[in-house]
């Protein structure tokens, strides 16, 4: 049942997939030159076809020729889409994994300290609403360097909801668990590590796939802002070109790695789930 399910779903998948690129196919306008062009109009640029939104076959095009080579490097400004996505890929998880290793424990300490949760709610109230980017001026003005301060907005934007999900799931457990292993007598590091840690482990899963996430969303953004390599400034410098086949297809990259970076933390995810 659940396998004929899943591919009737893949064939409106399909289905949905194809109406849309026929009804965006036909709606693109075509460029064309009507009639003949006089001297002045040639000297002003009118033979240059106008900006507009392309067609998919010329995004596939587009793709085509990207994939093909995806990791040239030609110079500052002309890099391959594989180079450009593994740039960002190194900011995004240098930062979510410096944030997960300081977020975790102190979402453990969180969650099985009531006193140190009264103690630090308040700053993580005040902390957790503030944009990324809004971090980014100060970073650059204390690091000095765009692609730490980079890593830098990816740290503070990933911490939160591995704070919080981590703290909710630690103090979540059951309670008759935690006191077997003070009948047996465990101390706090290892009933932290052999009972705490496996009961919330589906919870913790849960908060750093939505930091991933989150990550993601805002490395495309800080490489606006700092420039240099990065999807992010592959975007922005392909706009500056009036080159919008590149733009769109820069777009679908970053929403299909995003789609892998999710599915690997749901399989990771699923990997920790228990029933009782």
């Not at 400004?77 to 102190?106: C, E």
């Not at 009972?195 to 996430?213: E, K």
């Amino acid at each position: 049942m659940l396998a004929s399910l899943n591919a009737r779903a893949l064939v409106l998948s399909l289905v949905l997939l194809a109406v849309f690129l026929g009804l965006w196919e036909a709606a693109s306008p075509k460029q064309n030159l009507s009639g003949e062009l006089t001297e002045y109009e040639l000297l002003m640029g009118g033979a240059e076809p106008k900006a507009a939104v392309p067609p998919p076959s010329a995004v596939i095009g587009k793709a085509w020729e990207e994939l093909s080579n995806p990791f040239y490097d030609a110079g500052p400004n002309d890099k391959g889409i594989g180079i450009q996505i593994g740039y960002s890929l190194y900011r995004v998880l240098t930062g979510y994994f410096l944030a997960a290793a300081l977020a975790i424990p102190i979402g453990f300490l969180i969650g099985m300290s009531p006193l140190m949760y009264k103690a630090l709610d308040p700053f993580i109230q005040v902390l957790r609403p503030i944009s990324p980017l809004a971090w980014m001026p100060l970073a650059l003005f204390v690091i000095q360097d765009s692609q730490a301060s980079a890593i830098f907005v990816i740290f503070i934007c990933s911490i939160w909801p591995m704070l919080i999900n981590t703290a909710f799931g630690v103090a979540g457990v059951r309670k008759d668990w935690v006191n077997v292993a003070r009948t047996h007598e465990l101390g706090a590091l290892k009933t932290a590590w052999i009972v705490i840690l496996p009961a919330a482990a589906p919870t913790i899963l849960t908060g750093m796939r939505i930091s991933i996430g989150i990550a993601w969303l805002v490395i495309v953004a800080a490489e606006m802002l700092v420039g240099g390599t990065g999807i992010g400034y592959y975007v922005w410098n392909e706009w500056n070109n009036l080159d919008l086949t590149s733009v769109v297809f820069s777009i679908l990259m970053i929403g299909l790695v995003g789609m892998l970076l999710d599915t690997a933390f749901a399989y990771c995810a699923r990997l920790v789930q228990y029933q009782e």
